[in-house]
């Protein structure tokens, strides 16, 4: 059973060779007197959560992985041997599983059933898993945008990003996006349907590039980076607008975060800044499911994925979500089935 090991806990930007790809044996049974299942991975997720348990806390966010243990996260697998009542051998599911060839898991906790199969399998790390429903109740839920609103996505090609500019111009908002390079920035315009998108890396003043784009305000911001353009977007938010603070990444390798200075800005123009957690909405999965599917299915949603092949390439592409590296969901395949 090849396995992506953590070496040990992490400090600063993560390297490739904080992790190592090993061997080891593996009974493909489940044991009988138990509930487990045995799943057989097909694709793992690369999310930028994944860092915050790389590093050893005394009151961690998350929890904190093991060294010398695999790497955990998001895949779809197939379950290959299984004593639990709700899954049996065959199944295609998603949820929480092992940077590995075949996992056990005694007692399954996020495991969904893979509700259909005529859209690829690699959807449910992402578009039909854990960004898509990250993006769809980030934005509904938290923001409750209306038609004509100024919308702001930072982080805007990824995986979540992406499909938060698409829900919110099916919803009928004005949207603007930024990202990190060119070729990101056009796939914003051309593929993704954004009304506007620029590079924060050739701004030197985010504040003027934003009101560049915003000369009225920013309506709602789904806030995926943190620091210095949260900053920034204070100072251009409407009266009565919402922030839904998704991520910020640009803090996560940081010892220490970098401080806001605008947030007085909350109290003028009256803003709603709210966190959410995706694992909130998981009860809410299918529903989501149902609403997004027909969309999908008629290619009215776009959506591009980075794959990286094989578990070799996984530290890598994990890693390579803090450079930029990746172009549209980060997803790694082990085995198309
Ligand atoms: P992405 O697919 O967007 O990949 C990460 C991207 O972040 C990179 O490609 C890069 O794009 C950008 N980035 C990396 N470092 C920086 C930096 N220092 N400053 C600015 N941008 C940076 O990731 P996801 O879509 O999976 O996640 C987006 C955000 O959503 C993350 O913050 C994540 O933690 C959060 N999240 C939160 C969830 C929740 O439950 N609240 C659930 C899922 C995700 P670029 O080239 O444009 O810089």
Not at 77 to 102: A, C, F, I, N, Q
Request: with cysteine; charged share 25%.
């Amino acid at each position: 059973n090849k396995q992506v090991i953590l070496r040990d806990y992490v400090t600063g930007f993560p390297k490739e060779t904080d992790m190592y790809v090993t061997t080891t044996s593996i009974n493909l049974r489940v044991p009988e007197d138990s509930n487990g299942v045995l799943l057989k991975n097909l694709y793992l997720s690369c999310d930028p959560y994944m860092r915050s348990r790389m590093k050893h806390s005394e009151e961690p966010d998350f929890v904190p992985y093991t060294p010398g243990s695999p790497i955990v996260g998001f895949g779809v697998s197939k379950v290959v041997d299984s004593r639990h009542p709700e899954y049996k051998k065959g199944d295609l599911v998603w949820g929480y599983t092992g940077w590995e060839e075949y996992t056990h898991l005694s007692e399954p906790q996020v495991l969904f059933k893979i509700p259909n199969t005529d859209v690829p399998l690699s959807y449910y790390t992402g578009l039909l898993g854990m960004a898509g429903l990250t993006a769809y109740f980030g934005l509904h839920d938290v923001c409750s945008p209306k038609k004509g609103e100024y919308v702001y996505i930072s982080a805007a090609s990824g995986a979540v990003g992406q499909l938060v500019g698409q829900f919110a111009k099916s919803a009928g908002c004005y949207v603007v996006g930024s990202a990190g390079s060119k070729e990101k920035v056009d796939l914003l315009k051309n593929k993704f349907g954004f009304d506007e998108a620029f590079n924060y890396k050739e701004e030197n003043d985010l504040d003027a590039a934003l009101k560049r784009y915003f000369p009225e305000g920013i309506d709602i911001y789904f806030e995926n980076v943190g620091g210095k353009m949260l900053d920034a977007v204070l100072l251009n938010m409407r009266a009565h607008g919402r922030i839904a603070v998704c991520g910020m990444i640009s803090q996560y390798n940081l010892e220490q975060p970098e401080g806001v200075t605008n947030l007085m800005q909350i109290i003028y123009k009256r803003v709603r800044l709210q966190g959410f957690l995706v694992f909130d909405y998981f009860p809410q999965y299918y529903k989501f499911v149902d609403a997004v599917l027909p969309d999908i299915k008629q290619g009215k949603i776009k959506y591009v994925e980075d794959t990286a092949e094989g578990l070799e390439s996984a530290p890598a592409a994990l890693i390579g979500l803090f450079s930029g590296r990746n172009v549209g969901k980060q997803v790694v395949v082990i085995c198309r089935e």
